[in-house]
């Protein structure tokens, strides 16, 4: 068996052009890593189709079968009727780069709150409901809260919004929202202890028709009328914030915590529906997030391009006399200072665990991070959402690193403002 493996691979080698014989390589290795992004791959799909990247981004989603369709039935989404549930491409929206006043008057702009929870489309065809996540994933069964809509909506109704734990219409924290995220059974529990509510934000799909070409404006008047009308908790249309001025506007962004959102959406009116982001049209203005100062003490190598350096680390801050981990991130960081915090580690490792360091408490870094909840998975008690490395602080000593108590300290704050 062994020299039969052997001949094949030899074989191949030898019938195999160079950058075919690497990717050949690479394949039986198990070591085939190539970071394609799903826009590269639809516009690819559209150069060399001709056809409209919008149109091909649309045609892939939702549920399909490679064995039962043509690739040529796929890319021109002729399979569309055999799915009720057949989503839309999200649109999304870039981080604000610029000052607002840059944007223009301020009447040209819908500003709604940037809520922090699971970003859905609700599709009513044919008398069924569905639910999607903006991770393709049906999660109908999952929110049984909102099985009360293939009732009330309309057939050929889509509707795009966040899904949330709400409660006499308000926002509960996203730690709440976790307690009911991948769930096979719902208990009565924890229907009564995170309750979910959609905040709507959009129609893609009106009386069966594709409505996203017609502009923000239009679409909003429509909902209105749509969503206005229900009197029920667990669905709220997204409240347009209406403000004069953006310095107004501005202050009002300060409390956006106060509420458990992550900050301001800004959507121009004249906009259209489209298909992943498009630069100018739709902004998301976060507040500046929390921070904390804290000592790494442990590194692991990295993947692909990075496996050769130490680029995934575990931080601590102190508690007492002793260090306790709050979070691991691994970017945030230039290739220069990966550089040199691969040199520090390789120098300065303790302990080995399998691929994991234990380094001298030395290095640290500021870490920003979006919230913070209580959690028994971690020895610290609490979890950090979405960590990652701020700036490396190489006028800070680990002495100096923030304390246990300073988190927790935070998260009382952030439960007295919920």
Not at 163 to 183: E, G, H, P, W
Request: with cysteine; proline share 3%.
């Amino acid at each position: 068996m062994m020299k039969t493996k052997k001949n094949f691979i030899l074989n191949a080698w030898n019938t195999l052009e160079t950058q075919e014989r690497f990717i050949f390589n690479k394949l039986i290795s198990g070591n085939f890593r190539i970071g394609v992004s799903n826009k590269m791959l639809v516009n690819a799909l559209a150069k060399q189709s001709s056809l409209d990247s919008a149109q091909i981004m649309h045609s892939i989603m939702g549920k399909w079968n490679p064995y039962e369709i043509t690739f040529a039935e796929l890319i021109n989404g002729t399979h569309v009727n055999t799915d009720n549930s057949w989503p839309y491409p999200f649109c999304l929206a870039y981080a604000l780069e610029q000052e607002t006043e840059k944007l223009g008057d301020i009447s040209e702009w819908q500003a709604e709150w940037k809520w922090d929870g699971i970003r859905g489309q609700i599709v009513k065809r044919n008398g069924e409901l569905f639910i999607w996540s903006r991770g393709e994933e049906l999660v109908t069964e999952q929110f049984p809260e909102l099985h009360f809509l293939i009732d009330v909506l309309p057939d050929g109704v889509v509707l795009d919004g966040e899904i949330l734990a709400v409660q006499d219409k308000q926002v509960l924290s996203f730690s709440t929202l976790q307690q009911r995220l991948n769930r096979k059974t719902i208990s009565k529990k924890q229907l009564e202890d995170a309750p979910i509510g959609f905040f709507v934000y959009d129609i893609l799909e009106f009386e069966a028709n594709d409505f996203r070409e017609h502009p923000l404006s239009e679409r909003r008047k429509i909902l209105e009328q749509l969503i206005g009308g229900l009197d029920e908790g667990a669905v709220i249309l997204s409240p347009v914030i209406n403000c004069n001025t953006w310095e107004e506007l501005a202050e009002l962004r300060q409390t956006s915590r106060s509420i458990n959102s992550e900050g301001i959406m800004l959507k121009k009116l004249s906009s259209h529906y489209h298909s992943g982001r498009k630069r100018g049209d739709w902004w998301k203005w976060k507040i500046n997030p929390y921070t904390v100062d804290a000592v790494m003490i442990y590194a692991q190598k990295g993947s692909g391009r990075r496996a050769n350096f130490f680029t995934d680390y575990t931080f601590a801050v102190r508690d007492g006399e002793n260090l306790v981990t709050i979070a691991k991130a691994y970017s945030g960081l230039t290739d220069k200072e990966i550089k040199e915090v691969n040199s520090f580690v390789t120098r300065n490792a303790i302990e080995k665990f399998g691929p994991v360091r234990t380094v001298k408490p030395e290095l640290v870094f500021e870490i920003a991070f979006e919230g913070i909840a209580e959690s028994k998975r971690h020895k610290a008690g609490l979890a950090l959402r979405f960590p990652r490395i701020l700036r490396w602080r190489k006028d800070k000593k680990a002495a100096e690193i923030n304390t246990l108590e300073d988190l927790r300290q935070l998260l009382a704050s952030t439960f007295i403002n919920e």
